[in-house]
């Protein structure tokens, strides 16, 4: 069983550009939710992705924006990037059916640092 | 406003003790509430998690405790390990889950040899 994946591992951004991150969920996934982390303190929810919509928001702002593939894998867009931004982005998938349906399992991050 | 009040920052336990890192919520909607664990330079990798209709859940070494009432929880790691040394993070969710998860500030645990 593969485990969920995120590309590329380390990103260098200059203020003002776009950027996008990529993940593939886990086999048997069908939900994909990601997730910013500041150096030193807890993640905290970006969005959710279902079905190819957005079902779930966190307290971002719209130049945050993605998309979810038929095969459940997703991209994280950025615009006009600010220096805040530098983070690690995460990606978690979870199964949607069941009780195991709120489980969230995540990838090793995309570390974006932003000049 | 932070939902998740997490304590410890940080904590050093002797190896084979018992590790103990609280955490408080303030929204009575949570209903999931999971534990991870995260070492440097990995993303967070799930531990246990438990649901308010059990007042604990075992999982080898680790040990949720919960109690509704009072709108805390926590997690016990018996017989502490060198290896178990890495950032703890307490979280939860609403119905659905499509909210997402909500975090904890984490906990940097240190066991000593």
């Given at each position: 069983?593969?485990?969920?994946?995120?590309?590329p591992?380390?990103?260098?951004?200059?203020?003002?550009?776009?950027?996008t991150?990529?993940?593939?969920?886990?086999?048997?996934?069908?939900?994909?939710?990601?997730?910013?982390?500041a150096?030193?303190?807890?993640?905290?929810?970006?969005?959710?992705?279902?079905?190819?919509?957005?079902?779930?928001?966190?307290?971002?702002?719209?130049?945050?924006?993605?998309?979810?593939?038929?095969n459940y894998?997703?991209?994280?867009?950025?615009?006009?990037?600010?220096?805040?931004?530098?983070?690690?982005?995460?990606?978690?998938?979870?199964?949607?059916?069941?009780?195991?349906?709120?489980?969230?399992?995540?990838?090793p991050?995309?570390?974006?640092?932003v000049? | 406003?932070?939902?998740?009040?997490?304590?410890?920052?940080?904590?050093?336990?002797?190896?084979?003790?018992?590790?103990?890192?609280?955490?408080?919520?303030?929204?009575?909607?949570?209903?999931?509430?999971?534990?991870?664990?995260?070492?440097?330079g990995?993303?967070?990798?799930?531990?246990?998690?438990?649901?308010?209709?059990?007042?604990?859940?075992?999982?080898?070494r680790?040990?949720?405790?919960?109690?509704?009432?009072?709108?805390?929880?926590?997690?016990?790691?018996?017989?502490?390990?060198?290896?178990?040394?890495?950032?703890?993070?307490?979280?939860?969710?609403?119905?659905?889950?499509?909210?997402?998860?909500?975090?904890?500030?984490?906990?940097?645990?240190?066991?000593?040899?």
């Amino acid at each position: 069983e593969t485990g969920v994946t995120q590309s590329p591992t380390h990103l260098i951004k200059t203020r003002g550009q776009q950027v996008t991150l990529r993940c593939s969920s886990q086999s048997g996934h069908n939900t994909v939710s990601w997730y910013q982390q500041a150096l030193g303190q807890g993640p905290q929810f970006i969005f959710q992705y279902y079905r190819e919509e957005e079902n779930g928001r966190g307290n971002f702002p719209p130049r945050f924006s993605g998309l979810q593939f038929p095969n459940y894998s997703s991209e994280l867009n950025v615009n006009a990037l600010e220096l805040d931004d530098s983070a690690l982005y995460l990606c978690a998938s979870s199964p949607r059916a069941g009780t195991s349906g709120r489980e969230q399992y995540f990838g090793p991050g995309t570390r974006l640092t932003v000049t | 406003q932070q939902q998740v009040k997490q304590s410890p920052q940080s904590l050093i336990v002797q190896k084979g003790g018992i590790s103990i890192i609280n955490c408080a919520y303030e929204n009575t909607a949570f209903d999931y509430f999971p534990w991870y664990q995260q070492f440097p330079g990995k993303g967070p990798a799930l531990l246990i998690a438990i649901r308010p209709d059990v007042s604990e859940k075992k999982e080898g070494r680790f040990t949720i405790s919960f109690n509704k009432s009072a709108k805390q929880f926590s997690l016990h790691i018996m017989d502490s390990q060198p290896g178990d040394s890495a950032t703890y993070f307490c979280a939860a969710s609403g119905a659905g889950g499509a909210d997402g998860l909500t975090f904890g500030k984490g906990t940097h645990l240190i066991i000593q040899p």
